[in-house]
C-alpha cells in the first residue's frame, strides 16, 4: 500500500470577493520509503500542498489519502492522532525560545500525555540520532542555524511518525550546512525507513537527496517522475528553469550569434570521452560551450552543458542525433528558459 496518496486535490481561496486558486487537480502518489521532492518557484503552490497533506489546510475538492485512510472522513479527534504520526519541520525551526533543547524535543511527547521520564529518555536518544548529544541543556538562541533545525527535526521525531515533511526546511541555511542537514535527512530515511518530502524551490536539493520529484508550477502539476529521469530530460519549462537555473536567462544568451542551445547530460558511459571536441572533428563546424557544470544526483556525479550549435538546421539535426548516439540526454533550450 501507498504511504501517501493525493487524488485530484484542488484547493480554492476566497480574498476580497475574488476566487483564488491555489492548487488544481493534483494527482501523487508517494510510496513508503521515498525521499520525494515537491518543486516550484515562490507562490507554485508547493507549501499548499505540504500543508494538505497533514489537512493543516484541508482542500476544497479531492482526497488525501495516508496509508490507505482518508483524512477527510475523520473526526477531529482522529484527525490529531493521525497528525502525530506526521512530523513536520520548517525554514524558521520554530523552536520555544523560554526552553532549552531537551525541553523543546520533549513538548510534543507532553502533549501526547508521554510521562516525563520516558519523554526525557526519548529526547536524548533523539540528539543522539541528530548528532546533540552536548547540547541538551542550551537554548536556541546560543544555537547555529544548522543546530536549530537539527533539533527541530528532533522534536518532528519524537512522536515515531511514519512520514516526515519538510517545508523549505534548508532555505535559511547556508550550502554547506544545507548540505549536512540533507545528509542527516538521508540517515534518518535510511535508518528509520521514514517516508520524507520534501518542499524546496532548489533544485540542487532535490538531486541532492530526493529519488523522485513532482514539479508544481501556478498550482498545477506539470512533471513527475525519477529525479534522474526528469534531471536529464526535463518537459516542461517550470522543470527546465527550475535545473538551469538564473544563469541561463543571462542576456548574454540572447545576444549570442546562433539562436539554437541545446543541453546536455553526460551518462557515466560518455563522462571520459572528449565528445565535444569529437563533435568539432567530425562535423567540421563551431559548437559554443555556453555553460559547464557538475552535480550530484542521488549520490552520483552527473555533468551538463549548455551548447551553441551551427545555424544550419540540418547540421543541428546531425549534431544532435550524433550526442544522443553517445548516450547523452539532449534538450533544446528555449530563449524564455
Known amino acids: 500500500m501507498s504511504e501517501i496518496v493525493i487524488k485530484n486535490l484542488t484547493k ?41 497533506i497533514n489537512f493543516l489546510e484541508k482542500p476544497t475538492e ?18 490529531r492522532k493521525k497528525r502525530s504520526e506526521i512530523g513536520m519541520i520548517f525554514q524558521n525551526f520554530n523552536l520555544l525560545e523560554q526552553k532549552n533543547v531537551l ?56 512522536t ?7 517545508d523549505e526546511a534548508t532555505s535559511a541555511l547556508d550550502p554547506q550546512t544545507t548540505a549536512a542537514i540533507l545528509s542527516l535527512l538521508r540517515e534518518i530515511n535510511e535508518k528509520l ?41 526535463p518537459k516542461s519549462d517550470a522543470a527546465k528553469v527550475l ?19 541545446v543541453r546536455i547530460v553526460f551518462g557515466e558511459n560518455s563522462a571520459y570521452e572528449p565528445i565535444i571536441s569529437n563533435v568539432i572533428l567530425k562535423f567540421q563546424a563551431p559548437v559554443n560551450i555556453l555553460k559547464a557544470d557538475t552535480r550530484n544526483v542521488n549520490g552520483r556525479a552527473v555533468g551538463e552543458m549548455i551548447l551553441s550549435l551551427p545555424d544550419e538546421e540540418e547540421l543541428q539535426q546531425s549534431i544532435i542525433t550524433y550526442l544522443r548516439e553517445k548516450g547523452l540526454a539532449v534538450t533544446e533550450v528555449t530563449e524564455h528558459v
Open 12 to 52: 480554492r481561496y476566497e480574498i476580497r470577493g475574488n476566487e483564488v486558486i491555489a492548487l488544481s487537480g493534483i494527482n501523487i502518489t508517494i510510496e513508503k520509503g521515498d525521499i520525494y521532492g515537491i518543486i516550484g518557484m515562490s507562490g507554485a503552490g508547493k507549501s499548499t500542498l505540504v500543508r494538505s
Open 62 to 79: 479531492g482526497q488525501v489519502l495516508i496509508e490507505g485512510v482518508d483524512l477527510a472522513e475523520l473526526s477531529e479527534k482522529q484527525l
Open 103 to 158: 525541553e523543546n524535543i520533549c513538548f510534543p511527547l507532553e502533549i501526547t500525555g508521554s510521562k516525563k521520564r520516558e519523554a526525557r529518555e526519548r529526547a536524548k536518544e533523539l540528539l543522539h540520532l541528530v548528532h546533540l548529544e552536548d547540547k541538551e541543556r542550551a537554548y536556541p538562541s546560543q544555537l547555529s542555524g544548522g543546530q536549530k533545525q537539527r533539533v527541530a527535526i528532533a522534536r518532528a521525531l519524537a
Open 160 to 166: 515515531n511518525p511514519n512520514i516526515l515533511l519538510c
Open 193 to 233: 525507513g521514514i517516508t520524507i518530502v520534501i518542499i524546496t524551490h532548489q533544485m540542487s536539493v532535490v538531486t541532492e537527496i530526493c529519488n523522485k520529484v513532482a514539479v508544481i508550477d501556478n498550482g498545477r502539476l506539470v512533471e513527475e517522475g525519477y529525479v534522474k529521469d526528469i534531471f536529464e530530460n
Open 243 to 261: 535545473i538551469s537555473g538564473k544563469e541561463i536567462r543571462f542576456t548574454p544568451l540572447e545576444h549570442l550569434d546562433s539562436s539554437y542551445k
